[in-house]
């Protein structure tokens, strides 16, 4: 299965979350609290196996995976020591698309994949135009130059934070540490991924 290119507006509403991570798809004049279609304003409940789908889903939407990236991630996971669900998440984390966007770099995971995949990113002095890589602690991240001027770059430094697990000077990033549960996705509910998988 392909990464997803559609809206993400309908997709946040039909999973009740800001999968953009900024609330900008219920903003004033977007809240629409059904789900998309003719039909989405009807509720039923959902059996046990959409409510496992449903939270992979999110995820995959969140962070531009498509299906066999999440289920690669998913299986070396399962082989690290600690707990499943929160090694997914942090390698996925770990993705150098997921920290340029983290960095400030982007408004949107979208736009940091696409500033990656142009080649604008270097990881230790070493090019690196894979947004799916994985980044090691410690790495420093920098912008080139020819980026550094970009107006949407500018628009996105001025307005986005820094994430508390990377140390952020100028155009560099470090990567100092890994992001503790309760400061990401707080919205996801990674047991279900792993009752998910376990159940298949």
């Not at 507006?9 to 900008?24: D, M, Q, T």
Request: no cysteine; net charge positive; hydrophobic share 30%.
């Amino acid at each position: 299965m392909s990464r997803y290119l559609g809206s993400m507006f309908k997709r946040s509403r039909r999973y009740g979350v800001s999968l953009l991570e900024n609330n900008k798809e219920f903003t004033k004049g977007k809240k629409r609290t059904t789900a998309p279609g003719q039909h989405g304003a009807k509720k039923s409940k959902p059996s046990d196996y959409q409510l496992h789908l449903y939270e992979k889903q999110k995820v995959r939407y969140m962070y531009g995976l498509n299906e066999r990236q999440f289920k690669q991630l998913y299986v070396l996971a399962s082989k690290k020591e600690g707990v499943t669900g929160l090694n997914l998440l942090q390698m996925i984390e770990s993705r150098l698309d997921n920290l340029v966007y983290r960095a400030g770099f982007a408004r949107t995971r979208a736009q940091a994949r696409q500033f990656v995949n142009h080649g604008h990113f270097t990881i230790d002095g070493h090019k690196a135009d894979i947004p799916s890589m994985r980044v090691k602690l410690g790495s420093v991240i920098e912008m080139k130059p020819s980026l550094q001027s970009n107006e949407q770059v500018k628009s996105a430094m001025e307005v986005m934070t820094v994430s508390p697990w990377l140390t952020k000077e100028n155009f560099k990033v470090t990567f100092t540490r890994m992001p503790e549960r309760n400061e990401f996705a707080k919205d996801i509910n990674e047991s279900l991924i792993v009752e998910y998988y376990n159940k298949r």
